[in-house]
């Protein structure tokens, strides 16, 4: 089993930006693939970003390439993700998600833990 922990929300202005990191605990972090979300109010949760187990492989989601990067430190069982030229509508509670699939998933039912959030609020 995993448990993830994200931290590094907060208040920002709009073309400012933040890198949010999750936490991993359990020493199989390096064998998961791991993703980030987000989620609005009344809006289902959205996929942003994943990473392959190694770091190898990445995908994002298409509005946001070019603004948002994932990486990860699998001495650390950490995953990251660095947000830059941030906009209102990145206001989001922000998960991040292990999965023990091989593939970089963009589904929710395809990703097995998930931590608490963290709130990224943008201000323009």
């Known amino acids: 089993q995993v448990q993830l922990v994200e931290s590094g929300g907060g208040l920002v202005q709009a073309g400012g930006s933040l890198r949010l990191s999750c936490a991993a605990s359990?020493?199989?972090?390096?064998?998961?693939?791991m993703g980030w979300f987000r989620q609005t109010p009344g809006k289902e949760r959205e996929f942003v970003a994943a990473?392959?187990?190694?770091?190898?492989?990445?995908k994002a989601a298409n509005s946001l390439k070019g603004r948002f990067t994932i990486s990860r430190d699998n001495a650390k069982n950490t995953v990251y993700l660095q947000m830059n030229s941030l906009k209102p509508e990145d206001t989001a509670v922000y998960y991040c998600?292990?999965?023990?699939?091989?593939?970089?998933?963009?589904?929710?039912?395809?990703?097995?833990?998930w931590g608490q959030g963290t709130q990224v609020t943008v201000s323009s």
């Open positions: 998600a292990a999965s023990k699939r091989v593939s970089l998933g963009a589904a929710t039912g395809e990703y097995d833990y």
């Open positions: 359990g020493r199989t972090f390096s064998s998961y693939a």
């Open positions: 990473i392959s187990w190694s770091g190898g492989r990445t």
